[in-house]
């Protein structure tokens, strides 16, 4: 019985050191050396000590280990890009209201919010519209009614009525 567990940890010292020659990544390395140092019967203080890293960070590696062997120690893939529409297919979900506003009317983000929730078919996040219209280059374009510091209709008039000629 004992020589058995003794054949078996030699197994997956075997196996993590195989793991930590085919791997290139330094963190998914000083795992397999945490995992490694404890089957060798390294306490979790000389293993935190020797790889400079928290105590907590080992029985936490451990914990992952005993769970989920080799794989539970390396690097998962974050998935990015999380569109639900190809670029070509956005351009051309955007056409349509590109030649809209060249003819003068007016077009709001939550129309074209609206309109792109339809054509993918579930709610979206509130700010990912404005990154949709971004990355194809739109931007808010919108005549101002009036200059945000011109005087009012009759401070200008009143204005008008307090100027005299000075003289010279």
């Known amino acids: 019985?004992?020589?058995?567990?003794?054949?078996n940890i030699k197994l997956e010292i075997q196996e993590l050191e195989k793991a930590r020659k085919n791997t290139t990544n330094k963190n998914e390395d000083i795992r397999f050396k945490t995992i490694i140092f404890n089957l060798k019967?390294?306490?979790i203080k000389e293993i935190a000590q020797k790889l400079d890293i928290g105590e907590s960070t080992v029985y936490e590696w451990i914990r992952k280990y005993k769970k989920g062997a080799i794989d539970a120690l390396k690097n998962k893939k974050r998935p990015g890009n999380h569109r639900?529409?190809?670029?070509?297919?956005?351009?051309?979900f955007l056409k349509a209201f590109e030649e809209k506003a060249q003819k003068g009317q007016i077009?709001?983000?939550?129309e074209i919010e609206k309109a792109y929730i339809e054509k993918v078919g579930h709610s979206i996040g509130s700010g990912q519209i404005y990154y949709v219209l971004k990355r194809h280059g739109f931007r808010k374009i919108m005549p101002r009614s009036r200059h945000p510091k011109k005087a009012s209709e009759e401070a200008i008039?009143?204005?008008?009525k307090l100027t005299v000629e000075q003289p010279n």
């Open 157 to 160: 008039n009143a204005s008008k």
């Open 84 to 92: 639900n529409l190809s670029y070509e297919e956005e351009r051309e």
């Open 107 to 110: 077009v709001t983000a939550k």
């Open 41 to 43: 019967g390294m306490n």
């Open 1 to 7: 019985m004992k020589n058995t567990v003794e054949e």
